[in-house]
């Protein structure tokens, strides 16, 4: 993520490292299980990984690409990891003093640039884009139409926000949620049984049950 506090940083939630009991785990919870200590010297990991998939989203050239996926290798399987939350040098309990970033000014730039777009302004949102892509090491975006610009914005999202967890709310948002992590399940064979149960159920939460029964005319939502 760079320095803490940087001028991208417009609210994070604040770590102090070094066996204050007040540092995070973050480093392990973004490394595969199979590293050992040969990413962040100390042992851990998890399955909150990256896939191939995401990889390959970032386009060539992107800066981003080796500061925010790290790649894990053994025998014949390679994992992506989230390297933006990974450092070398982790003590003290596996704690780290990285901050975790809850809104980021490039977010705010995706935003507004999605709002424009959708509102018919695309010129305008390819700009606001394109001072994101730009700052990657990235070819501006010119001449798109509404629909391709719309395929754009969302895919810089996905690169620039990846780990944040931003993802499933911009799927959320945007109706898409149900596709894609099916597609992720038909693409990935995983063995997961969760994945196979997402169904646009899961695009609302459903109603707390003492909220019905202080208001009887509420309905649940559906599939709960």
């Known amino acids: 993520m760079g320095k803490d506090n940087n001028k991208d940083i417009i609210f994070s939630v604040q770590y102090l490292g070094g066996g204050y009991a007040e540092g995070n785990t973050f480093a392990t919870q973004f490394i595969p299980q199979p590293s050992g200590t040969t990413?962040?010297?100390?042992?851990?990991?998890?399955?909150?990984?990256?896939?191939?998939?995401?990889?390959?989203?970032?386009?060539?050239?992107?800066?981003?690409?080796?500061?925010?996926?790290?790649?894990?290798?053994?025998?014949?399987?390679?994992?992506?990891?989230?390297?933006?939350?990974?450092?070398?040098?982790?003590?003290?309990?596996?704690?780290?003093?990285?901050?975790?970033?809850?809104?980021?000014?490039?977010?705010?730039?995706?935003?507004y640039a999605e709002v424009l777009n959708e509102n018919g302004k695309t010129a305008a949102a390819l700009t606001q884009l394109n001072l994101v892509r730009t700052r990657s090491g990235l070819a501006a975006k010119t001449g798109l139409s509404q629909a391709d610009a719309r395929t754009a914005i969302r895919n810089e999202r996905r690169v620039e926000l990846c780990f944040e967890a931003e993802r499933w709310f911009d799927l959320i948002r945007w109706n898409t949620y149900v596709p894609v992590m099916q597609a992720f399940k038909t693409n990935y064979k995983s063995a997961n049984g969760n994945i196979g149960n997402v169904v646009s159920t899961l695009n609302l939460y459903p109603i707390p049950v003492r909220e019905i029964s202080l208001n009887p005319k509420l309905t649940q939502n559906p599939g709960y």
Not at 56 to 62: I, K, S, T
Not at 88 to 102: F, I, K, L, Q, R
Request: charged share 15%.
């Open 39 to 111: 990413i962040i010297g100390v042992s851990g990991g998890s399955n909150n990984i990256g896939t191939l998939d995401l990889y390959n989203a970032f386009e060539p050239g992107d800066l981003r690409l080796n500061t925010a996926i790290g790649v894990y290798k053994v025998g014949q399987l390679t994992y992506y990891y989230a390297k933006k939350f990974s450092y070398p040098t982790v003590v003290a309990g596996s704690e780290g003093d990285n901050d975790w970033p809850v809104l980021r000014y490039a977010d705010v730039i995706l935003m």
